[in-house]
């Protein structure tokens, strides 16, 4: 099938980015493994996927690659967790595939023993994925929509595929299978996070265009919105190995899942001066106290300049404006780093300065303030003390 744009080889540019986020722990060797997935059911280790032959893939056959790529079985013949996105890889062209297989074939080898895992009674039973393979995963290619233009086929073959946007923005059943239709997209917590709602479901305070989705996916922000940040920040870097082009077929494929206009109304930059305007609620000194402390130096235009300033009003991010408080907690705890995407902007974590009281105070400040239309968050104290919980 002919996935890429005319004048480019399918194959030609790899998403090798794709791999490297699950597959690296901090500090540690490019793709040799070891990184933790907290599931309800246990804690799961990614493998090592660097040509090592005793501990890495380095004895795979090609066709023992794209089995575990297209349908989740392991050399050995053991399934896979799907905590592995073989269901999105699945979707991945073969030229596509066999470049990935000689890219990270040519990798250098590192010697990384695969941890064990720790997952309890019956989730450690790998021959239960077998059924749930038979009801859940459609290891059937991508075929392009011949009544869709070449940029949206492109667009949907990166993100159904390789960029496995659904892995971590679509909600899943309670088998832990994702879930389509309507429900594409619409949003789900993942590792203490949130990943927004990419359809119509939206949140943003300001509506995301195509133009927006671009900055944000190619730059790692968007005037508008704010920040690339927590696991969505490897997610840029991986996206910085692609051509302009697929980025643009990513955006403009994202645009139309939410019903986005291509570039951002003109009356949205008004809209969003007069949002970020709003001023304290009234009631919450303890918030307004810790708020005017720490953050404000950073986060109110008082025509200051300053080098290390926010870009974006809070106001204008979508966290802010969510049903869950979760990403908003997080980057209270652990603060905002642009070591996966260089120019975004940091800031300092707060978890050894405030208590979890003063998090949840600071937090429900924060809604009140730039998010005056929305509910007020509920149960803040738990949430924080489960986001804070070490794993
Ligand atoms: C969302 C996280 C995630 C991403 C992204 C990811 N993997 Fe994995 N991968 C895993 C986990 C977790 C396992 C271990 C699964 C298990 O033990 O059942 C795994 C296992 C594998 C295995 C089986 C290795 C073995 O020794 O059995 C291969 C091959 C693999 N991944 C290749 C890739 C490639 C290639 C990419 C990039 C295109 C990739 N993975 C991206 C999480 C991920
Ligand atoms: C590993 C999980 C993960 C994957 C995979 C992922 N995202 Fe995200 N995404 C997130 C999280 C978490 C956020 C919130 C980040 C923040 O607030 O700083 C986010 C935020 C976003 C936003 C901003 C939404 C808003 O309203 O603020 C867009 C747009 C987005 N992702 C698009 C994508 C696309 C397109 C893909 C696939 C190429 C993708 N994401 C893959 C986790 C993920
Ligand atoms: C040293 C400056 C600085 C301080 C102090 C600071 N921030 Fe930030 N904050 C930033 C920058 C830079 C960003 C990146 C976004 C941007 O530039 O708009 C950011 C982003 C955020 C985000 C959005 C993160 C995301 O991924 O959506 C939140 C929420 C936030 N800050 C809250 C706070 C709170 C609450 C405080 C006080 C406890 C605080 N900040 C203190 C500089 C700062």
Redo the contacts with the bound molecule.
């Keep these: 099938a002919e996935t890429g744009p005319a004048g480019q080889e399918a194959g030609e540019r790899l998403?090798?980015g794709?791999?490297a986020?699950?597959?690296t722990v901090a500090g540690g060797a490019t793709n040799a493994g070891g990184?933790a997935?907290d599931t309800p059911f246990g804690t799961?280790?990614?493998?090592?996927?660097t040509p090592d032959e005793a501990t890495?893939?380095g004895r795979?056959s090609y066709a023992a690659?794209e089995r575990?790529?297209r349908q989740g079985i392991?050399?050995?013949g053991?399934?896979?967790?799907p905590?592995?996105?073989y269901t999105a890889?699945a979707k991945t062209s073969d030229a596509d595939l066999q470049a990935?297989y000689a890219y990270?074939m040519a990798q250098p080898a590192v010697s990384a023993p695969?941890r064990d895992?720790a997952l309890s009674f019956p989730f450690n039973q790998?021959a239960l994925i077998a059924p749930w393979n038979a009801l859940y995963h459609d290891p059937t290619p991508f075929t392009p929509d011949p009544a869709q233009s070449e940029l949206y086929n492109r667009g949907a073959y990166l993100a159904e595929g390789?960029g496995?946007c659904s892995?971590c923005h679509s909600p899943r059943n309670a088998m832990g299978a994702e879930q389509g239709g309507e429900r594409y997209l619409a949003g789900a917590l993942v590792d203490g996070w949130e990943a927004p709602a990419l359809n119509t479901l939206s949140r943003a305070p300001i509506p995301w265009s195509e133009g927006a989705l671009f900055d944000y996916l190619r730059t790692g922000r968007a005037d508008l919105h704010g920040v690339a940040s927590g696991p969505m920040a490897p997610v840029v870097a991986g996206l910085a190995e692609l051509p302009e082009y697929d980025v643009r077929a990513i955006a403009h494929y994202v645009a139309r899942q939410m019903d986005a206009p291509v570039q951002d109304d003109p009356a949205s930059a008004v809209a969003s001066e007069r949002l970020a305007a709003e001023t304290g609620p009234a009631g919450q000194e303890a918030g307004e106290r810790l708020f005017e402390g720490a953050c404000a130096a950073c986060h109110v235009d008082n025509g200051v300049p300053g080098f290390t300033k926010a870009s974006t009003s809070l106001a204008l991010n979508t966290n802010l404006h969510s049903d869950h408080p979760d990403n908003v907690i997080q980057s209270i705890l652990g603060g905002v780093h642009d070591s996966a995407v260089p120019g975004t902007g940091s800031m300092p974590g707060f978890a050894d300065s405030f208590s979890n009281t003063q998090v949840a105070t600071l937090a429900a400040y924060l809604r009140a303030r730039f998010a005056p239309e929305a509910q007020p968050w509920q149960q803040l104290e738990q949430r924080v003390a489960e986001i804070r919980r070490p794993h």
Excluded: K, Q
């Design positions: 998403f090798e794709a791999c986020a699950c597959h990184h997935f799961l280790y990614s493998t090592n996927i890495g893939i795979w690659f575990a790529m392991g050399r050995d053991r399934h896979l967790y905590a592995f996105p890889f990935l990270l695969p895992n790998r390789l496995h892995a």
